[in-house]
């Protein structure tokens, strides 16, 4: 154990005393880690946790609110994690807190130890509140900083030489390897891959992997490791730590950006305002006007690949700029003025060479033309033109037409390319995403209403990979229309606004959500929808008076999803009609856990072009389930057996199919059977339309 104390005494050296709180006028010294922490959230839920977030209720209107879980919870529950947040999102300091803390409780260091992990944190706005703590064994901690360039082998070669040699020992010890910024890999998807074999290699390793949600999420990710997202303070969390820390701030006008509510907090007061107007009150505070300038340029400097930038200033400065701090709060405001005083062709020549540095930069500047009442919009055009792997132009150029130049012809600008880009789909799922909220502002030009045609047929129904969906079988179907998409917010927001029915969805009024399935919905919210959408469009004359709307039976489901894919014994059928593979399709393997835009998935859609049919949501269907959740009353194979009985009990389970967002790849299929108790609700199920003949049922 030699080695091992040694390291934690050495990463305590390190890391104990590195300031987290950096005070601008010199009046007070920097404050560690250890004396100023506010425990992070997870966009994971009580609710999500408990039977995926079902919810029974009498009042619809009165849902239960959201209990997040603390990132120490999580990290202590699972063996692996991979954690996301964006830029100043407390990654590392989340991190460095859980390390310092396990390596005092093994050293027996007087400032750091399991003690300081014992914390009451509030779980939402309404001040709910539980105890974190670390649970069951305490691991030997090991903190790895990412490098650019190099692989997670030459990264552990490079700072625990020994890990494989203590592992392979005959009684191994319990090691936390915590992996920071692993979007700095030559390839971040091998890292991860290599990540999950360590896993599997060793028993007693335990594992923390954090990156930026930007260019990491979506990246295909091990079963064993479970990735959460980190979430910005909350009111409660805010006001807690100004009064815990007798910080002289208003916390209501604190961002709960973890590093920008830092810099408030050493301001003294709350600047009202975004990154930009914070930078520039704590740079202002700091150095006088030439010394702004000339950081401003250095900064800029560093960006573009010069890492001496900042050497000749180093006396005066400090080691501030060589902090976190500095790297997401600082310098982007710095670089952006820098970059503020030139041209747009040479800002978007700079900006081509370097998007991944410049991506925070950008926005800023714009805030600074505008407020400059420079004009934006060539700029914002310009940008939309550009191409890099991760779309980063085309998102902050339709970002800053939306802000800045909402001209009808600037607006079509940004659509023609924000449309273009989700249907090249070579973005990933999260960035065309994006990408898909930003349309929802500036209008979605798709048809999200589409109907597709399916053929009568006989369907191949049922699989072997579960038992419920056993035996394989056939159905006759006739034929119908199915929804291309899930019915998405604005379509359902419509009719409840139109009867009145309550719907207490957090996205029912999200304009950034329009186009994204609508969710949180019962089985009599979804057949309501449909008896009212038949009156609506027989009297439009879009369907024919013996036409109706309905939900979709199981074995129409399953015809459309699944189309002519015979059975394969032990193979799971997709819509794609081949094997699974990431980024076709919102499950849990990409770590969302969250509903996305409908139809960003282009390579997932069926051969006949519906959208959706895997992941994203689970689709309510007429189909009888039973009364058990385990086990079906109403087994394959499909027959007229009353299993189509509109008007059973609440107390029988209606069918879902088609897996949601944390839905693994073995149920987010075309076969996998799911239940819900019909008045059940959550935000991962809703629904897609089918349109047939009044005697089809």
């Given at each position: ?520 919905l019962t089985w009599y919210d979804a057949c309501a929808y449909c008896a009212w959408l038949t009156e609506q469009w027989r009297a439009s004359g879009r369907i024919t008076p013996d036409q109706h ?149």
């Amino acid at each position: 154990m030699s080695i091992l104390r040694s390291s934690a005494e050495s990463l305590i050296e390190r890391f104990g005393t590195m300031p987290l709180l950096w005070f601008p006028d010199g009046s007070r010294t920097p404050v560690a880690i250890g004396a100023f922490y506010v425990p992070l959230l997870v966009s994971y839920t009580q609710e999500d946790m408990e039977a995926k977030g079902l919810r029974k209720l009498a009042d619809p209107n009165a849902p239960r609110p959201p209990v997040h879980f603390t990132a120490l919870e999580m990290a202590t529950r699972e063996r692996g994690c991979l954690f996301f947040g964006g830029t100043g999102a407390g990654k590392t300091s989340f991190a460095l807190d859980l390390a310092l803390n396990l390596a005092g409780a093994h050293t027996g260091d007087p400032q750091y130890g399991l003690a300081k992990l014992r914390r009451v944190v509030a779980r939402n706005d309404l001040g709910m509140a539980a105890e974190e703590s670390w649970c069951g064994d305490v691991p030997w901690p090991v903190y790895c900083p990412a490098r650019a360039g190099i692989s997670l082998s030459d990264l552990i070669d490079e700072h625990t030489p020994w890990l494989d040699t203590e592992l392979d020992a005959p009684a191994p010890p319990t090691v936390l390897l915590i992996i920071d910024g692993i979007e700095q890999f030559s390839d971040p998807s091998a890292a991860l891959q290599e990540a999950g074999d360590l896993l599997a290699r060793h028993a007693t390793l335990r594992l923390i992997l954090l990156g930026n949600d930007y260019y990491c999420r979506s990246l295909p990710v091990p079963d064993a490791i479970a990735q959460f997202t980190l979430i910005d303070f909350n009111s409660v969390q805010r006001a807690n730590a100004v009064a815990a820390y007798g910080l002289v701030a208003n916390a209501d006008l604190m961002c709960g950006r973890p590093d920008l509510f830092a810099t408030a907090a050493v301001l003294g007061h709350a600047v009202e305002g975004s990154a930009l107007a914070l930078a520039d009150a704590w740079l202002a505070s700091a150095f006088d006007g030439a010394t702004r300038d000339a950081l401003a340029h250095a900064a800029l400097a560093y960006l573009c690949d010069d890492q001496t930038a900042f050497q000749s200033n180093e006396a005066s400065l400090g080691p501030v700029m060589g902090s976190a701090f500095a790297r997401t709060v600082l310098i982007p405001a710095l670089a952006a003025h820098a970059l503020s005083r030139t041209q747009v062709a040479t800002i978007v020549s700079t900006f081509a060479g370097h998007p991944r540095a410049l991506r925070t930069v950008i926005p800023l500047l714009a805030e600074i033309w505008h407020a400059n009442g420079r004009e934006v919009g060539p700029l914002a055009r310009a940008l939309l033109a550009t191409r890099d792997a991760f779309a980063t132009g085309i998102l902050i150029g339709a970002d800053m037409i939306v802000t800045y130049d909402p001209s009808p012809d600037a607006l079509a600008f940004a659509r023609a390319a924000l449309a273009e880009m989700i249907a090249r789909g070579d973005a990933t799922l999260a960035l065309r995403d994006r990408a898909a909220q930003s349309l929802a502002l500036i209008g979605d030009p798709r048809d999200l209403g589409e109907l597709i045609a399916i053929p009568a047929g006989r369907a191949v129904i049922g699989s072997d990979t579960h038992p419920n969906s056993m035996p394989v079988h056939h159905a006759d179907v006739a034929a119908f229309l199915i929804g291309r998409y899930p019915v998405t917010n604005a379509d359902y927001g419509a009719f409840a606004s139109f009867t009145g029915r309550p719907w207490s969805s957090p996205d029912a009024a999200s304009p950034t959500r329009s186009n994204a399935p609508a969710t949180d919905l019962t089985w009599y919210d979804a057949c309501a929808y449909c008896a009212w959408l038949t009156e609506q469009w027989r009297a439009s004359g879009r369907i024919t008076p013996d036409q109706h709307v309905r939900l979709p039976t199981e074995p129409e489901w399953e015809w459309a999803a699944r189309g002519a894919q015979p059975d394969q014994p032990g193979s799971v059928r997709y819509p794609w009609a081949g094997p699974w593979a990431p980024g076709l399709s919102n499950s849990a393997e990409l770590g969302l856990n969250v509903v996305t835009a409908v139809g960003i998935c282009p390579g997932g859609r069926t051969p006949l072009g519906i959208d959706d049919m895997a992941g994203q949501i689970w689709e309510w269907t007429t189909t009888l389930w039973g009364s058990d959740m385990a086990n079906p009353s109403f087994t394959y194979p499909y027959r007229d057996d009353g299993r189509e009985a509109l008007d059973a009990d609440v107390t029988v389970r209606r069918v879902l199919r088609g897996g949601c967002f944390s839905s693994g790849k073995m149920k987010a299929c075309c076969t996998y059977r799911g239940s819900l108790e019909p008045n059940g609700f959550w935000r991962g199920n809703g629904f897609r339309i089918v349109v047939a003949r009044t005697s089809s049922n």
